[in-house]
């Protein structure tokens, strides 16, 4: 029995040697994301005025996942630019295969019908605070621009949770991510010119502070 005992850890050792652990898929890195010094200034240059009004309001005024050349579209492009190993079908450009990992709470998907492709600014917020005004093409280009950090690949259930909130009211689970989704977040404000609010700013300055 005593025999049995000490083989334990060299049995466990070898075992664990035998299985090989899977590193995680990489993280996503959506384009022109500031400096945490540059983000700084964006943020201290913002405009602050408290949110405009919901009227008239309707995602469908912020036409998404637009043609982006051939059958692919914009969430398809994503799901491609944020996955590890993606297959698209060669017919409609749907991911069939590919790994996703999730920055905000760190899991992992191998089925692209467990990823969303979040607006980092969610439409509504951005129509409080200036997309009201926008023509529908200014919001179209908005809703799908692949050249900011407004668009980026998570588990969907993560991104019914977020829903419309601001920072203010919902952060990453992952507090290593903070720094990384407010400097996304104000990329996006300042690159549309857009507003925040007092308690936004806020929030965005203590994640900054964790840069």
Known sequence: MRTATLLLPLFAALWTEAI????????????NIPSSTSAQSALNALTVRPWGS???YSRDLFPHWSSQGGACNTREVVLKRDGTNVVQSADTCAAVSGTWYSPYEGGT??????????????????????????????RQRFANDLNIPELIAVTDFINAGKGDKGPEEWKPSRTSYHC????????VKNSYGLSVTSAEKSALQSMLNTC
């Open 109 to 138: 998907q191998t089925n692209a019908a467990d990823i969303d492709i979040d607006h980092v600014v969610a439409l509504s917020n951005a129509w409080k605070s200036g997309a009201s005004s926008w023509s529908t093409a200014t």
């Open 54 to 56: 919901t009227t008239g």
């Open 20 to 31: 090989p652990v899977p590193n995680p898929a990489p993280e996503p890195t959506p384009p």
């Open 180 to 187: 990384t989704y407010a400097r996304m977040w104000i990329g």
